[in-house]
Structures are given as structure tokens and as C-alpha cells.
């Protein structure tokens, strides 16, 4: 095996399912434990504005829990760049939100934002933070990225995930084409959004991908089979695809 593609686990749902009942079980420092037992090369989180998963407390706790690397997803505000530079992650990917939305529909306009998230990329990688704006396959959105000197992009593959047939096969054509764009250009390409047990192959075999992110499907599998063999399956998969 060549080339090994990292897997970051999102554990957001744990909490979500802590939180339906407001108290603290499922843990999901607990689970940051059980991906660090399995091998997974990250955790990622997401502090939303409107804490309806990660709560503020649980980013130390990761922190001090695991060794791995933390690479908190967040929205390009004032509250949330204060509390990645208080936390230091080792990673920042900076995401769209809307408050209504269910989960982080599309990629960020960083074309759009330039002056916004210029100023904000500075001060996090000022801090050591390592950044990534989690975009479209777009190469407009690439050539934003380049100008902000963001290291690293994170494609969006909710529209792969969702679509199917020649759809399916033009959108990976895309995601490929732009991996090959970033890395080109110097910028480690990262993908993921909606990746499965059954999606995820054609993905993980785009050579310039370095990782992927993945969450609601391996959280979803472990009430089966257990988070355990949920991230070694996917682990597996990724590997084989390689
Ligand atoms: N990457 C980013 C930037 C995300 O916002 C999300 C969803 O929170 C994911 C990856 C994981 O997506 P999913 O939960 O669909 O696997």
C-alpha cells in the first residue's frame, strides 16, 4: 500500500445523542478514546453557534483525552476564531453554517468571502493552526484558497454522495480533477460529507487525496456493529481502495 490516506473521525453524533437527553451519556470523549484504540489518524468536531453537539466543555476533554489530532470545524466568526485560538487544535476547517440548516450544505464561498476570511486565516495560522476551507470541487474556489494561502482544502462530497449513475460519475470526475488542481498548486486536498461504507472506494482512490472526514455514517454503523469495527471497516475499505 502506497500513499496512506488518513482517516479523521467526526464524532459529532455521539454528542448528539448525549444531548437528546441533556445529560452526559454517550460520552463522546469516549468515543475519541475508541478511535484512538482503532487507528484513526484524527477526531474532528464541530462547534456550531448554536451548540447542538459539541458543547464548549467537550474540546479540552478531546484534547486531553486522545493524542490524536483535533481538527475543529468552525464558522468564520469572531466567537469561534477566539475559541480556536484559546484551544490551539492542531487543525481549524473553516465551514459555512446556517443556523437552520441540518448539516453543512455545500462549501464555502471563499471567492466570495475573500476579505472576511483573509484576516482569519492569518491569525489562525499565525497561531500554528493548520487551515482548511472546506469548498466545492470548483476550481474558482481553489484559486480562492491559493490567494488566501490556506494549506489545505476539503472538498465537499455531499453532492457524490447524494447523486447517482453518470451524475455520480461526473461529480467524482470533478472531486479528481480538482485534487489534482490543489496539489499542483501546493495545497493538500482533503475530502468528505455523506462518505459510506458503499461510497466511499471511488473517493479514497483519488491519489492526491491525503485524508477524509467522516462522521454521521460511522456513527449511524456503530449502534449496529459497534464504533470498533465501524471505523475498521472503513479503514479497511480506504486502505483497499489505495
Ligand atoms: N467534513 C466537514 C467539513 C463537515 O462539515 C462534515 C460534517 O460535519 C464532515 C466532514 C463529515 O460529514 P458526515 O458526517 O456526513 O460524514
Not at 63 to 89: D, G, S, V, Y
Not at 146 to 173: M, N, S, W
Amino acid at each position: 500500500m502506497t500513499n496512506r490516506l488518513r482517516l479523521g473521525v467526526n464524532i459529532d453524533h455521539v454528542a448528539t445523542i448525549r444531548n437528546a437527553r441533556g445529560g452526559e451519556h454517550p460520552d463522546p470523549v469516549r468515543a475519541a478514546e475508541i478511535v484512538a484504540h482503532v487507528g484513526g489518524d484524527g477526531i474532528t468536531a464541530h462547534l456550531r453557534e448554536d451548540r447542538r453537539h459539541i458543547r464548549d466543555s467537550d474540546l479540552q476533554r478531546i484534547q486531553e483525552a486522545t493524542n490524536l489530532p483535533l481538527n475543529l470545524e468552525m464558522a468564520a466568526t469572531e466567537e469561534m476564531l477566539e475559541i480556536a485560538l484559546r484551544h490551539k487544535p492542531h487543525a481549524a476547517c473553516i465551514v459555512p453554517e446556517r443556523r437552520e440548516e441540518r448539516t453543512t450544505e455545500g462549501g464555502l464561498d471563499a471567492a466570495g468571502q475573500h476579505n472576511h476570511l483573509a484576516p482569519i486565516v492569518s491569525r489562525l495560522l499565525d497561531a500554528d493552526i493548520r487551515v482548511s476551507l472546506f469548498i466545492e470541487p470548483d476550481p474558482r474556489q481553489i484559486e480562492a484558497a491559493i490567494r488566501l494561502k490556506a494549506p489545505v482544502v476539503e472538498f465537499h462530497t455531499g453532492k457524490y454522495a447524494h447523486c447517482v449513475d453518470d451524475a455520480q460519475v461526473a461529480e467524482l470526475q470533478r472531486i479528481a480533477e480538482a485534487a489534482a488542481l490543489a496539489a499542483k498548486n501546493g495545497i493538500e486536498p482533503h475530502a468528505g460529507h455523506g462518505l459510506t461504507f458503499e461510497n466511499v472506494q471511488p473517493i479514497a482512490a483519488i491519489p492526491q487525496l491525503a485524508e477524509l472526514n467522516i462522521g454521521h455514517y460511522l456513527i449511524g454503523e456503530a449502534i449496529f456493529i459497534g464504533l470498533e469495527e465501524s471505523v475498521r471497516k472503513m479503514r479497511t475499505l480506504m486502505d483497499m481502495a489505495r
